[in-house]
């Protein structure tokens, strides 16, 4: 075809309106762009309406691991544990507990004490730089499952408990670090054990509730609260417990109490009785303490007995383990007064432990699961709302205690050791968990 008609053909085509089409071979295609490399990041995309925000998940903590550490002298459980000013630890009293109880309708008591007439009184001091034990001067009496405070001048008041025949006391000392020496101070208005006590704003310390077992009457809960002035060495009566609409009981024992802040204390769960009929409190308390007056705050989604309360890196509290047969544990918000179910833990806990790792996250330490006592451990992630199993103890505890010691490592001491079907072993053994 002459160069002449060519042209005549692509002005025809021009003129009609289209292009014409080019063909390139492909010898002459320009190379392909060589494909991105993209690196490999997990990432998790949540769905909104129009929008998609990349979430870098949190790294998974270390799993840490245990250690042992130097036995006590004595074997403990129900004993108290208070790390003092200077980061030695001091333990005293415990004995050898019968563990659990039985009420009517065949419900479960978590960890109620010794009732066998073999408690000590003997008191021993922990060095954990150096790693030794130093015997110091006994109390004026056994006691077990009194409560221990650690006072603004670095002493510490002991108070009630249960003595060698399980009979709560009303009693209370003061160990000076010092002189390694106990002081008797006044008594309480009322004996009591598995009671709280609660170091307030003003240095004083405030009792709630508790468990009186008195030889021949029945076993109650005194709604009474008392308040230890260290100045004095006296104790006063605080307001009275109330019990709401489903209940004319206001006492109550086997709770937990912590300070909201400078200005409320929440009481959460236990157990009330008249001597006849236990019931398992999902009620829950709050005192102003500049009124000293109760109010009755949002309820817990689960009644709960031996449950312990942790304060989280964001002001809410932790109520892990107590609840029956019931896995979940809960937080409540100050700010909105409400709670909130967590994830579900791996054990169902009773007379546990927990603790408050230096990374935020909440420890749980032994227990028992029905009759069955544990020696594994759980971790709760405030930021992820989950617990993850960590690794076990060596033995399995139910009454000990676990104290957090200056470098953030846990001192877990004592307890009772048994399963199903067997005896009670006191031990003297001690275990230390550190994150490295």
Not at 335 to 362: K, M, N
């Amino acid at each position: 075809m002459s160069r002449v008609l060519i042209a005549a053909f692509v002005l025809l085509v021009i003129a009609c309106g289209a292009e014409p089409a080019i063909h390139i071979p492909a010898t002459q295609l320009p190379a392909p762009a060589p494909s991105p490399v993209i690196p490999e990041i997990v990432i998790t995309v949540v769905a909104r309406t129009a929008e998609a925000e990349i979430v870098i998940p949190t790294p998974t903590p270390e799993p840490g691991k245990w250690e042992t550490g130097p036995p006590m002298s004595d074997g403990r459980s129900g004993h108290i544990a208070v790390k003092l000013n200077d980061g030695r630890v001091l333990v005293a009293g415990g004995g050898h507990p019968t563990g659990l109880t039985r009420v009517p309708g065949g419900t479960i008591i978590g960890f109620v004490g010794n009732q066998s007439g073999a408690g000590i009184p003997t008191a021993e001091i922990l060095d954990a730089v150096q790693g030794e034990w130093s015997s110091t001067s006994p109390m004026s009496v056994a006691r077990i499952n009194a409560t221990a405070t650690l006072l603004s001048d670095g002493t510490v008041l002991v108070a009630g408990g249960e003595n060698n025949g399980g009979v709560p006391l009303d009693s209370a000392e003061i160990f000076d670090p010092a002189t390694g020496k106990w002081q008797l101070v006044g008594s309480m208005a009322s004996p009591r054990a598995l009671h709280t006590a609660t170091l307030l704003p003003n240095g004083s310390v405030m009792v709630v509730g508790g468990l009186q077992r008195i030889p021949g009457e029945a076993t109650g809960s005194p709604n009474t609260v008392e308040i230890f002035n260290p100045a004095a060495g006296e104790w006063s009566l605080g307001p009275e417990l109330i019990a709401d609409k489903s209940s004319s009981i206001p006492g109550r024992f086997l709770h937990d109490a912590v300070m909201i802040g400078k200005t409320h204390l929440l009481v959460v769960g236990g157990v009330n009785s008249d001597g006849v009929q236990y019931n398992f409190l999902q009620t829950v308390l709050l005192l102003d303490i500049e009124s000293m007056e109760w109010a009755f705050a949002e309820p817990s989604n689960s009644r709960r007995q031996s449950t312990k309360l942790a304060v989280l890196l964001d002001g809410r509290i932790l109520s892990a383990g107590g609840a029956d047969q019931n896995p979940r544990s809960e937080t409540f918000d100050p700010e909105s007064g409400e709670w909130t179910t967590t994830g579900a833990s791996d054990a169902i806990r009773q007379g546990h432990q927990i603790a408050i790792l230096p990374d935020g996250r909440v420890m749980a330490i032994g227990g028992r699961s029905g009759f069955r006592t544990l020696n594994s451990v759980e971790f709760y992630s405030p930021e992820d709302d989950i617990w993850t199993v960590g690794p076990q103890m060596s033995e399995r505890r139910l009454g000990g205690t676990a104290t957090v010691l200056d470098d953030g490592r846990i001192l877990v001491a004592g307890g009772a050791s048994s399963a199903r079907g067997s005896g009670s072993v006191t031990s003297r053994s001690v275990e230390i968990y550190s994150l490295n």
